[in-house]
């Protein structure tokens, strides 16, 4: 569809002028000045957001010092820019009323004669038209309008998660079975009024649909280049940013990792945005090599202005995971290993183990969740099922079904709750799957009992309750990493004492696993469970005649004590030397300053020397920047996080501080300020929730996720990349 231009009384539209269009800003104080400027009463109460999605201001607005030519096809406006030529009546001084209304017949009349004709491509400040440009012929009109409604069908498809394809699949030829949903939205599109799709049709070879299949996907490589332009211009400005990997997801039968980036706006507002799929194939080093070239290649960014990385994965896939991990922060040491804030460290260590023990219980938890997140009965059930367990103790039982009715599998005590629910929870799994009264069917029965096969099985029970006890020397630790900035700052002075409890553990680990294996049993024993070496031990290997393998001795060696390693290991890649001192620079943030009574240390921002804009002054300017806060600020609460700082009208009087805060703020260990900044990663949740891997689509899934578009901006780029304005393939 035609941008219109948003100015009072400015009639010009996208499709009738080659003048530039641009979006209003997100800035909200300038988004507020261009509002008032162009007097849309209409429009002040609009959010920034909203005005940038859906408004526009054409060329004429504004001064030509303010416009940018980045290249012959792209034209852009100075950060700065604010409209101020117009022309409507509220500024003008007319000297009576019958003038004005003669001004204003007259541009109407104007405005309509020029509708029946085609306009010049470029008019003056004044209203005159000049010949300045090439015109616009109607053919290259009804292209473009053409591209449009194909653009905005594809873009709706995304924004509205429907699959590209029908039942093809199944019988390609069979009209019991849609073909194409791209193809049936665009023939309801024609018979909805759309004339220009109609012609192109009807003009088109007998054999010929609507799109191609080669046009599509040259459409869906524009859309998804043109989405991250902006951002990527963002990123750039920004300069430094961080890299943040999730759960490696299906798309189209292969596996591909979902890339997110972190970095601080132009508004000092730390932001984390769904930058797009990486396709995970091949060895750790083939892997980390490919999404280096495609940071650099696909999306113009450098992988040595990266400050930050972090992962989350479950299953088979998080050694390999971590593995790339470890391989881009040997190439980029700046690049430093930390946890994901989205995540519980405790989560996170449990899921980076490739035991089979400890995935049992990882996948079990996961299957919980999904079991009760499918109906509020389910849920009643076991709250019923947690008070026949707890009669004698009414107080611990409203606190486990509180806590029942949140998120527990994923918290840094999931481990100790599902050692207190188990009872409960086989209780309900067995009342379910017994389905006495017929209120369940078929398919939440047999989920309820895969799910008891699993809670009664002793590998499961022995492998919680070591979890449960190992991981507890890193509960408040990893509370606090999700904590306050001051939390995180003193956090990381706690790591040393952590890995002393748990280096303790491993020195005594026969005595500590004696009190485990001792816990585990008298567990099995109130739920009946046998004790028994798992089978698939023996599968793996047979004993020698005559030896007996006590189950005692089995879970220590091949649980136990590699659970303990495992967790002082990956503490200790996650807590690098660098990112240590990274976290102790969050002493620049002034309420740390106070808490500290300001005798921080400096030293620990030498790693970012290379980034800042004047490091031979940092030593000086950092005396002052403590200065300031210790003897300046009196009666006066200091700011407790980066952004607070950031927001301070005088900190762009310390350039080395400011750019300090930008970089620390990109680390991925730090909780993101508000859910707002955590918008993409829900929106990439929900689609793949609610997406078949059959039918998920790298390109739509962009739209789907919440990233801005511009259908004009679209139409240009498809022009310049691909000038041919006819397919050469007849659709598939």
């Not at 030829?173 to 023939?187: H, M, V």
């Not at 650099?296 to 479950?314: H, I, N």
């Amino acid at each position: 569809m035609p941008n219109f231009c948003a100015a009072l009384h400015c009639s010009r539209m996208s499709s009738h002028s080659v003048l530039a269009f641009f979006r209003f800003p997100r800035d909200p104080e300038r988004c507020k000045k261009w509002v008032e400027n162009c007097c849309r009463s209409d429009l002040r109460d609009k959010t920034p957001e909203h005005l940038n999605k859906y408004h526009r201001l054409c060329a004429r607005h504004f001064e030509p010092d303010l416009i940018l030519k980045t290249s012959p096809f792209r034209t852009v406006l100075k950060d700065t820019a604010i409209p101020t030529i117009f022309d409507h009546p509220t500024r003008k001084r007319v000297k009576n009323e019958q003038a004005e209304d003669e001004a204003t017949k007259a541009k109407v009349s104007k405005v309509e004669e020029k509708e029946e004709a085609p306009r010049d491509p470029v008019e003056s400040a004044n209203g005159q038209e000049t010949d300045n440009g090439p015109r616009v012929s109607d053919e290259e009109r009804e292209h473009k309008e053409y591209l449009r409604s194909l653009f905005d069908v594809v873009v709706m498809m995304g924004r509205q998660n429907i699959p590209l394809h029908g039942h093809s699949d199944k019988e390609p030829r069979s009209k019991s079975f849609t073909p194409s949903n791209f193809q049936a939205l665009l023939e309801y599109r024609i018979n909805a009024g759309d004339e220009l799709l109609r012609k192109k049709f009807e003009t088109a070879a007998v054999n010929l649909e609507y799109c191609s299949s080669t046009q599509l996907q040259q459409m869906l490589e524009v859309s998804e280049k043109c989405i991250l332009e902006d951002l990527l211009a963002e990123v750039k400005e920004a300069r430094f940013f961080s890299l943040v990997m999730d759960n490696l997801v299906e798309i189209t039968g292969e596996n591909h990792l979902p890339l997110f980036i972190r970095f601080v706006d132009q508004i000092s507002s730390l932001r984390e945005e769904f930058l797009g799929f990486l396709r995970f194939e091949g060895d750790v080093e083939g892997i980390a090599q490919s999404l280096a070239v495609e940071i650099s290649e696909k999306y113009s960014l450098s992988m040595e202005q990266c400050r930050g990385q972090a992962y989350f994965c479950t299953g088979i896939y998080a050694f390999k995971v971590k593995a790339v991990a470890i391989r881009l922060s040997e190439q980029y040491p700046l690049a430093v290993l930390t946890p994901s804030s989205a995540h519980s460290l405790n989560i996170c260590l449990a899921n980076s183990m490739n035991f089979t023990s400890v995935q049992l219980v990882m996948s079990t938890l996961k299957k919980i969740d999904a079991f009760f997140s499918k109906s509020p009965l389910l849920q009643n059930q076991l709250d019923n099922a947690i008070s026949i367990y707890y009669q004698g103790n009414e107080e611990k039982a409203a606190a486990l079904k509180e806590v029942c009715h949140t998120n527990w599998t994923e918290q840094h005590d999931a481990f100790e709750l599902a050692v207190d629910l188990l009872e409960s929870l086989l209780l309900c799994m067995d009342s379910v799957h017994d389905n006495e009264e017929f209120k369940w069917s078929d398919d939440v029965a047999h989920n309820a009992f895969v799910i008891s096969e699993a809670l009664s099985d002793f590998e499961f029970v022995m492998a919680l309750v070591v979890l449960k006890n190992t991981l507890s020397f890193s509960r408040a630790f990893g509370k606090n990493l999700q904590g306050q900035t001051s939390e995180v700052f003193f956090a990381a002075s706690s790591l040393t004492a952590v890995l002393h409890s748990v280096n303790e553990v491993l020195e005594n680990i026969e005595v500590y696993h004696e009190f485990w294996f001792e816990e585990a049993i008298n567990l099995a024993a109130a739920l009946e469970i046998p004790i028994k070496i798992p089978r698939l031990f023996f599968r793996k290997q047979r004993p020698d005649a005559g030896e007996e393998i006590q189950p005692e001795a089995y879970y220590k060696i091949h649980l136990t004590f590699p659970v303990v390693s495992h967790v002082i290991k990956e503490l200790s890649d996650l807590f690098s030397e660098n990112h240590l001192k990274a976290l102790q620079s969050l002493s620049l943030v002034p309420a740390i300053m106070g808490q500290m009574k300001f005798n921080t240390e400096e030293t620990s921002a030498e790693i970012y020397k290379e980034d800042l804009p004047n490091p031979d002054t940092l030593p000086t300017e950092l005396n002052c920047w403590k200065i300031k806060w210790k003897h300046g600020t009196k009666n006066v609460t200091l700011p407790s996080t980066i952004y607070e700082t950031l927001q301070l009208s005088d900190v762009k009087f310390f350039p080395n501080v400011c750019a300090l805060l930008k970089v620390l703020s990109c680390l991925p260990v730090l909780s993101l300020p508000d859910d707002r900044c955590s918008t993409a990663r829900r929106r990439l949740m929900a689609y793949l929730q609610d997406t078949p891997a059959k039918h998920r689509n790298k390109s739509l899934a962009m739209f789907n996720i919440g990233c801005g578009h511009d259908l004009d901006l679209m139409v240009e780029t498809y022009l310049k990349m691909y000038p041919d304005k006819e397919p050469t393939e007849t659709p598939a």
